[in-house]
């Protein structure tokens, strides 16, 4: 029952769309062809494995970028997880009864209800308010460095530079106390 499979060419001719002479014809000219190649040492460019080569190369170079790409954002993922967890274990008692703290992020002012003692420790440096998820937590300046470390947009209010710039030698208002801890 098994049926024997036909070349190309013999499926044509039994067919009837070409001659026996044809057929002849054709393969002896691919013979020519291939033997004048041996004779003459010539190599002839296959245009179809070309494009495949090419399109190949062109697969994994583009694989390679994905593949980078999603290194990245894995790393950022494992960053950010980082971040979170830092702020969950070294957050600090916020006072909701407490004075209001007033704070810019992205240009808008925001508010935290923090206790007296902190809210000076914020503005002397000592404590660091930081973005944890849509909330703000405080924590102490050496865990904010930590966190800037790891993701910098994450710290959003460290006063410890602002701290250290004040004390200049030259400064002709060194003497005069900026009053930078006004309740708005």
């Known amino acids: 029952m098994s049926k024997q499979k036909l070349s190309l060419q013999e499926q044509l001719l039994k ?30 460019v296959d245009e179809a494995k070309e494009l495949v080569k090419k399109a190949q190369a062109e697969k994994i170079l583009r694989d390679r970028e994905l593949n980078q790409l999603r290194v990245q954002h894995e790393e950022q993922k494992h960053l950010f997880a980082q971040v979170k967890q830092i702020i969950e274990l070294n957050k600090l008692p916020k006072d909701s009864d407490g004075l209001a ?32 998820g849509d909330g703000y937590e405080v924590v102490l300046s050496n865990v904010a460095e930590k966190i800037s470390l ?16 004040v004390v200049k030698e030259d400064d002709p208002y060194a003497n005069y106390q900026i009053p930078d801890d006004m309740i708005w």
């Open 150 to 165: 790891r993701h910098i947009a994450s710290v959003i209010v460290d006063n410890e530079q602002a701290v250290a710039d």
């Open 15 to 44: 067919s009837g769309l070409v001659s026996s002479a044809q057929a002849k014809s054709v393969k002896s000219d691919k013979r020519k062809q291939v033997q004048q190649q041996r004779n003459n040492n010539v190599i002839v």
């Open 101 to 132: 703290y007033h704070f810019t992020d992205n240009n808008k002012i925001k508010t935290l209800y923090v206790s007296e003692t902190m809210r000076e420790q914020i503005i002397r440096g000592k404590l660091a308010i930081v973005r944890l």
